[in-house]
């Protein structure tokens, strides 16, 4: 482990030494600050903040205040925060979904229709600059306890292949042996049986029935409903040779804990008209999915609980900015929720480990690099600690060409107290690459935030010891990490706790925001219910306290893959580096979309060229902060740069 004294430790020490001295000779004097009014005194000296960087509060108009779950940068910097109903059962009922649009640099908030609930969505930056969000909330979850109707997962069959068939919610089906009739909550497809044949005689086989999934549930509440065993299903309305060739079959219907339902709707967010416009449906519903962009600039959708609320049993599809329709990808590859899975330079995938549970702990847990054309999954072995990645977060650290990834903190699966302090690290530039553990965290450490700063560090904040902030846990701690020295230096703390439900994002001037938290309990002793976090945190990095910082005066609004670029400025001679950002799109402690790609850098009296690298896997389509550095390592304001087609 690797961990030294920081600017702020040093600080601080000699701070409470004078202060001490101070107490030994005036002590009633030194009384009359609490320790609250010395600690506003001490973080707010310049010094202090140019050495540790500073936290402030969003100003926040009361009647905009959401809980806000989903956060993405957008190329006319602007802020959009999404909560949908945000966790409470409340608003689902009432359909009150909240989306709200912040501009940092007027401090201005507008608030924005949304038309379906948008919690526990998916979200990726699109080529044109749009957001694809996809998925959603269906039906909240129910604890056992609370469900009053036995009920559960009914797979009805079709075996007439030359017809699909269609049932209506409502749909009654009793079983053949137990006698109890359950109703489904939505219309159900059944697509018509697949006929076989023999491949050296074509003589026919079978019918492969067609399959439809829908959520049943009893007539009436009371255990006596429930059922223990598999049965078959008749089901009423049918006639014809339906009624012999459609029926359902389901396993145990119970009164067990009813998890989150999805929804298939998706939407593209127009950052310059400000609204959501509605795009074809996915072919499977999802809550808790994961939106990765592809090579060809296409979208991939993964895992994610279906309208029935059990796990996407891998049918991972494929978004078509250009045609607004999504394909399956004809593989089958499963994965737990919220998966983090990025884009490598060969076109490939790398899955992290990196997810937010829901799944079995033995299926999709595992690390590797996966491509997609083949299914074909390379496991990479070497953590030290492959039970706590659940909760954790993952990064590819600066510059994107290196292919370098960090899982930073995470724990047990479940409502597990297990929490990990480990940042683990892989090349993926190696030819067989393995995780080593890397500097640590103080602590253990789930649902932590990371950001990616335009100097090439990385601001790790928040999250907490235990699931969800139990016990008071949460982490009031911030770092920084320098990936060269492969160590982390404390800064300022946060003032809020940040666990379930929370996020960083990188905005274009160089602050960081910060949003969220859903503590399960709010007391130490778990005994009193844990409110939603609204408040939202600016954190401003020490590089934004010294005397300057570099600017590009003007330049091109786009620049070609492989192309170059000219940008003015008065500080040409000082500027050492220049690098793309993709802006941000963060849920749940993960974003697949946050890179650093390190430009070439030409200098002239007046101004820098850069040169954008070709490979369109390693700069995807789509719209970039442009920062430059100077000697000091002092970034510039972004500058947005599109990647065009």
């Not at 489904?184 to 023999?198: C, G, M, Q, R, Y």
Request: glycine fraction near 10%; hydrophobic fraction near 35%.
């Amino acid at each position: 482990m690797k961990y030294r004294p920081s600017r702020r430790t040093r600080r601080m020490a000699i701070s409470t030494a004078v202060v001490l001295a101070l107490a030994g000779a005036n002590g009633p004097w030194l009384y009359r600050f609490s320790t609250e009014r010395y600690h506003e005194y001490a973080i707010n000296k310049p010094e202090y903040k140019a050495a540790n960087g500073h936290w402030d509060f969003l100003d926040i108009p009361s009647e905009l205040r959401i809980n806000t779950i989903h956060a993405a940068l957008l190329h006319t910097g602007k802020v959009l925060l999404v909560a949908g109903s945000g966790n409470n059962q409340k608003n689902f009922d009432a359909k009150s979904f909240r989306s709200v649009l912040w501009d940092p640099k007027t401090n201005a908030f507008k608030n924005i229709p949304t038309p379906k609930d948008m919690f526990c969505s998916g979200h990726t930056q699109l080529p044109d600059g749009k957001l694809l969000i996809a998925g959603g909330t269906k039906r909240y979850e129910k604890l056992k306890g609370d469900v009053t109707k036995a009920g559960g997962l009914m797979i009805v069959h079709n075996e007439d292949p030359d017809k699909p068939v269609t049932l209506p919610a409502g749909t009654r089906f009793t079983g053949k042996d137990n006698g109890r009739t359950f109703v489904s909550k939505d219309p159900v497809l059944i697509e018509k049986a697949t006929k076989v044949f023999d491949r050296n005689t074509g003589a026919f086989l079978r019918n492969d029935p067609g399959l439809g999934r829908i959520y049943v549930e009893a007539q009436k509440s009371g255990t006596k409903y429930e059922t223990g065993t598999e049965d078959n299903y008749r089901i009423a309305g049918l006639s014809g040779s339906d009624t012999r060739n459609v029926y359902g079959i389901a396993q145990k219907l119970a009164l067990d804990k009813k998890d989150f339902q999805g929804i298939r709707e998706a939407f593209e967010f127009d950052p310059v008209a400000e609204k959501y416009i509605t795009v074809d449906p996915m072919n499977e519903a999802r809550w808790y999915p994961t939106l990765t962009t592809l090579k060809d600039g296409k979208v991939l959708a993964l895992s994610g609980l279906d309208e029935i609320g059990q796990i996407v049993p891998g049918k991972d599809e494929v978004y078509d900015p250009e045609t607004k329709t999504w394909e399956y990808t004809g593989i089958v590859r499963k994965f737990p929720t919220y998966p983090a899975v990025f884009l490598l330079n060969d076109g490939k995938l790398f899955y992290s480990g990196s997810n937010a549970g829901y799944g079995p702990a033995d299926v999709g847990r595992a690390p590797g690099v996966w491509d997609l054309a083949t299914n074909e999954f390379t496991k990479i072995p070497g953590l030290s600690d492959p039970d706590k990645l659940e909760t954790s977060a993952t990064v590819r650290l600066p510059p994107a060409q290196d292919e370098k990834f960090m899982v930073i903190g995470g724990g047990g699966v479940g409502e597990s107290e297990e929490s990990s302090e480990k940042s683990r690290l892989v090349d993926l530039g190696q030819k067989k690459p393995r995780f080593a553990d890397g500097a640590s965290l103080a602590e253990g450490t789930r649902y932590p935030s990371a950001s990616l700063l335009p100097d090439d560090s990385l601001l790790v904040t928040g999250g907490s010891n235990d699931y969800r902030g139990r016990g008071g846990s949460d982490v009031l701690q911030a770092r920084l990490y320098d990936a060269k020295s492969d160590s982390y230096e404390r800064v300022a703390d946060p003032a809020v706790g940040r666990n379930y439900h929370s996020g960083s994002v990188l905005l274009p001037d160089g602050r960081v925001m910060i949003f969220g938290s859903d503590s399960l309990y709010s007391d130490k002793a778990n005994t009193r219910p844990g409110t939603f976090e609204q408040r939202i945190e600016i954190y401003t990095p020490p590089y934004l306290y010294r005397d300057s910082r570099p600017e590009l005066t003007a330049g091109p609004a786009s620049i070609a893959r492989g192309g170059k670029g000219l940008f003015t400025t008065r500080h040409a001679s000082s500027i050492t580096s220049a690098k793309l950002m993709r802006p941000g799109a963060v849920t749940h402690v993960t974003d697949t979309d946050q890179r650093s790609v390190a430009l070439e850098l030409e200098k002239s009296a007046d101004g820098i060229t850069v040169k954008v690298p070709r490979n369109r896997a390693l700069v995807p389509s789509g719209w970039y902060m442009l920062f430059v550095t100077d000697d000091k390592g002092t970034p510039s304001e972004g500058t947005w740069v599109e990647v065009p087609e």
